[in-house]
C-alpha cells in the first residue's frame, strides 16, 4: 500500500524531489510554465501543505522567455543549482519541433529559498538541436549530465546521451547515445526517449526514462549497466523490452510518466512521476494542467532489479 494522498501534489508535472540533509525539496513544471517554484519541508508529508516559493520568473525576451520546463534542483559541490529547459519561442520550427534549449541556475547561498540565483546561461552540446531534462549525477567519482536532445539523422523528437561535466554548467567530454526511441512502445503518437532519472541498487546503476506521446501514451523504460563499467561505452548498457510503468486503465492513471526518485528517511525507496486520471484531453495533451505529482513506493527483486509495480488508484 501506499503511505501517501494519490494525487500528491496536483497539477504539477515532472516532478523532482531531493533529499538534502534533513529537509525535502520539491520542483516541477507548473501549468503556467513561466516560473521556477520550490517547496521545502522537513518530510516528504510536509512537501504537500508547505508553501511554494518563487525563485525566478521568466523574462519578457530572450533565450528564456517561453515554455519553462521540467527543472531539477541539485546540490553541487556547497551550491544549489536548478537545472531547466526554455526556448525563446512558443513556435514551432520548420520540422514542426519545440525550440528548447537547456539552461542553469546557480545560488552560493545556504538556503535556495531566499538567495540570490545568479543564470550561468546555456548547457551547450555539440548539436544546436532541440534539448531538454537534464540531470546531473556522480559515478565512480565523476560528475555526469544526462539528457535528451534530438539529432538530425535520427528519426523522431529526442534520444538520451551522457557526458562527463567539467563543471556544473559545462560539459567536459563529447556525449555518448544511450538510447534512442525504437521499440513499439516508445514510438506512440510520437518517438520519444526523454526525462531520464538515475538510481543505483546492488551492484548497479539504473536509469528510467520516459517514451512516447504525452498523452496516455505516456510510460516510463528502463536502462541499467554495472557499477564498475565504462558508461561511456554504449555496449556496457542494457534495455528494457518492455515498459516498466504505464497506463493502468482498471485504476484510471494514464501515462505515467517523467519520474524522479527519492527515499524516505528510512532507507525506502520512491518513485516520483506524474499522470492523469483521464483521457478525454481537449487540444494539446501538453497544455493540459491535469498531470498530478504522485508517489510510489519502489520493491527490489532477488535479481537486484526494480519492481515498479502498476500506477495505483487515486484515494479519497
Not at 94 to 109: K, N, S, Y
Not at 199 to 208: A, E, P
Request: glycine share 6%; net charge negative; charged share 20%.
Amino acid at each position: 500500500m501506499n503511505a501517501w494522498p494519490n494525487p500528491f501534489i496536483e497539477q504539477r508535472a515532472d516532478p523532482f524531489i531531493l533529499r538534502h540533509q534533513d529537509h525535502y525539496y520539491f520542483i516541477a513544471s507548473v501549468p503556467e510554465y513561466d516560473r521556477l517554484e520550490i517547496r521545502r519541508a522537513a518530510s516528504l508529508d510536509g512537501l504537500r501543505e508547505t508553501q511554494a516559493v518563487v525563485v525566478w520568473r521568466k523574462p519578457h525576451s530572450g533565450p528564456m522567455s517561453q515554455l519553462i520546463w521540467a527543472p531539477e534542483l541539485h546540490h553541487v559541490d556547497g551550491r544549489w543549482y536548478i537545472y531547466f529547459a526554455a526556448s525563446h519561442t512558443q513556435a514551432l520550427d520548420a520540422a514542426g519541433m519545440f525550440q528548447h534549449r537547456m539552461f542553469v541556475l546557480e545560488c552560493a547561498d545556504a538556503d535556495p529559498l531566499a538567495g540570490c540565483w545568479v543564470e550561468k546561461g546555456q548547457i551547450t552540446t555539440p548539436l544546436d538541436t532541440f534539448a531538454l531534462d537534464g540531470t546531473t549525477f556522480l559515478h565512480q567519482d565523476r560528475r555526469w549530465y544526462l539528457w535528451a536532445q534530438k539529432a538530425p539523422d535520427i528519426a523522431g523528437n529526442s534520444n538520451l546521451y551522457l557526458a562527463e561535466m567539467a563543471n556544473p554548467w559545462t560539459l567536459k567530454s563529447a556525449p555518448v547515445l544511450l538510447s534512442k526511441p525504437e521499440l513499439e512502445w516508445e514510438c506512440r503518437g510520437f518517438l520519444v526517449n526523454e526525462g531520464p532519472a538515475v538510481i543505483t541498487h546492488g551492484d548497479r546503476l539504473f536509469v528510467s526514462y520516459s517514451a512516447s506521446a504525452t498523452d496516455e501514451n505516456y510510460c516510463i523504460g528502463l536502462l541499467w549497466i554495472p557499477l564498475q563499467a565504462d558508461p561511456m561505452q554504449p555496449e556496457n548498457w542494457r534495455k528494457s523490452a518492455l515498459p516498466v510503468f504505464c497506463t493502468n486503465k482498471q485504476n484510471r492513471q494514464f501515462g505515467p510518466g517523467h519520474n524522479s526518485f527519492t527515499q524516505t528517511p528510512d532507507g525506502q525507496d520512491v518513485l516520483v512521476y506524474h499522470a492523469r486520471n483521464y483521457t478525454q484531453i481537449e487540444g494539446d495533451p501538453l497544455y493540459d494542467p491535469n498531470r498530478h505529482t504522485r508517489l510510489q513506493a519502489i520493491h527490489w527483486q532477488e535479481n537486484g532489479m526494480p519492481d515498479f509495480g502498476s500506477p495505483a488508484p487515486d484515494t479519497a
